[in-house]
């Protein structure tokens, strides 16, 4: 389901979310630039903990904060999310945190998208190293303002891990 770039604000997702709570089938949901902010954020953590079947999520250029991203991150434990993207969501350094815990414990997400957010150089340590840490995920995208030495050296790790992925499935 992708209905990006329409303006359904956190009441309409909130009434989106109802349907697709119990939904077996959907395997993406796209809501980029929709006007969301964490009251949709978190009628989004509901369809991911009730879909069984959701892989990819793009929620770009929500304004769902801190808050939204964890409502977001306490739903990913059991899903089947590999795809997450959340750039440009208002997320800084409370919300990396956040992040990179539930991505140190998740198995699923192979990658994670957070360009334009406010992570900090910090925040941004914190998910790569949880990106390396968890065997699953290859590909983090961060602003490369926060990409001091040690993010590098950790992302060259992901890239290649990714590289030996595609070599394995040619």
């Known amino acids: 389901l992708y209905v990006s770039h329409n303006p359904i604000s956190d ?6 979310s109802e349907a697709l709570k119990h939904n077996t089938s959907l395997t993406l949901l796209g809501v980029e630039k929709c006007g969301l902010s964490v009251k949709g954020a978190i009628s989004i953590s509901e369809v991911i903990m009730g879909n069984s079947s959701l892989e990819n999520l793009w929620m770009w250029n929500n304004q769902i ?14 899903s089947k999310i590999s795809v997450l993207g959340v750039g440009w969501c208002g997320i800084t350094l409370t919300g990396a945190r956040v992040l990179a815990a539930a991505l140190s414990s998740n198995h699923t997400i192979r990658e994670l998208h957070l360009l334009g957010n406010l992570i900090t150089v910090e925040g941004a340590l914190l998910i790569v190293n949880a990106a390396v840490h968890n065997t699953v995920c290859h590909e983090v995208w961060i602003d490369d303002i926060y990409g001091n030495d040690e993010v590098k050296m950790m992302l060259n790790i992901l890239e290649e891990r990714r590289d030996k992925m595609n070599r394995w499935l040619l």
């Not at 009441?11 to 989106?16: N, P």
Request: net charge negative.
């Open 65 to 78: 904060g801190d808050d939204g991203i964890s409502a977001i991150a306490g739903a990913l434990g059991n």
């Open 11 to 16: 009441d309409g997702m909130a009434l989106i």
